[in-house]
């Protein structure tokens, strides 16, 4: 939980104001909260890792590869971890269905803080998602809450690329769902995924006809095409899609995924990537 002004930090760590100001601008690795009145307030996670970096470079690392260090460290195992997470998943989740806005913002930094976004997206992300799909199902809440939630996440899940480095060597990918599939969030992940490898990709979002598609196309500069459908009253119109793309374009490689894909593999066996990260990187190595 936040609790420490710049001032205690800087007494704790022996890093002044300053230096940390400009630590968070540079490197992103701790995105303190903000006061009522938008004074910056840290946790004891913040600290640790302030105090992670002082400690590498007395043996001589420098600040960014301290960082670095930091950034690829395993999650710690265990018990704490585990209750951290759900604690922050259901703190959100609540924060959310009461369309509290800033205390949704504090807590997903504090989860971007703390875990890799692999964790985030997995444990705490994706559950909350179909957490929230059950009780809209269930009629306990409404489709304007999960409008709210998902525009939240999805905001929030975009801005995430920002920091990943591109490789100019890889292939530009564009993802998009399949016409009539409005289930973005999923494809966002697989998205974030490949930028987080150094692909470009382009972010279509919900789906749309598959001839507009056709004809953007001829305008981006793309090797490979990724669609996604997580309804099956959508796989047909895809299969379509898939066609008449291929005939527009003989050169484009097209992928599929997605719950509905997924569902109906076999259907999909040309172009379904799969459903763990390392499949998706088998198929990708044939891009
Ligand atoms: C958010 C949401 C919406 C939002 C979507 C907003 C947005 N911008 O994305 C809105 C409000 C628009 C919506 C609308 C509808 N929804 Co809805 N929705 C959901 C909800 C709550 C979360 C979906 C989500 O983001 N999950 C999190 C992601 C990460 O999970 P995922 O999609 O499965 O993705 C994972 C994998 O599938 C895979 N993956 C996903 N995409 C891809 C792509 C590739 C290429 C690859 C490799 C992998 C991959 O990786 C992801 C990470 O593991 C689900 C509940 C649920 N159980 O999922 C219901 C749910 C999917 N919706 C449902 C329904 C029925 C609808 C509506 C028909 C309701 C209505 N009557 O209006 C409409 C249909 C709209 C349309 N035309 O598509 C039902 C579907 C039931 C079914 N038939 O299967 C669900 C299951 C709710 C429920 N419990 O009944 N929905």
Known sequence: ?????????????????????????????????????????????????????????????????????????????????????????????????????????????????????????????????????????????????????????????STLSLQMPLNPFLPRITCVCAPGEMHEIGLLFVTLYLRQHGYDVIFLGAGFPKEDLSKALHDIDTKCLIFACTLSEHLSALEEAIDYIGKDHPELMIGTGGYAVSSEASRFKDTFLGDTPEEWNEWLSTI
Request: net charge negative; glycine share 6%.
């Open 1 to 157: 939980m936040p609790k420490y002004s710049i001032k205690t930090v800087a007494s704790l760590t022996g890093v002044n104001p300053t230096t940390i100001r400009a630590w968070e601008r540079r490197y992103q690795f701790i995105v303190p909260s903000r006061t009522e009145s938008g004074h910056r307030l840290y946790s004891d996670q913040d600290v640790e890792k302030i105090k992670w970096v002082v400690d590498k470079q007395k043996e001589g690392l420098t600040v960014s590869q301290a960082i670095q260090q930091l950034q690829q460290a395993p999650e710690p195992e265990g018990e704490p971890n585990r209750l951290y997470d759900e604690e922050l998943r259901m703190g959100l989740l609540d924060a959310l269905l009461s369309f509290d806005e800033r205390t949704a913002h504090d807590l997903i930094n504090q989860a971007f803080n703390t875990f890799s976004f692999e964790k985030v997206t997995k444990d705490i992300i994706g559950p909350l998602l179909m957490e929230i799909g059950a009780r809209w199902e269930d009629g306990s809440i409404t489709i304007a809450h999960e409008h709210f939630a998902t525009a939240f996440l999805r905001s929030r899940l």
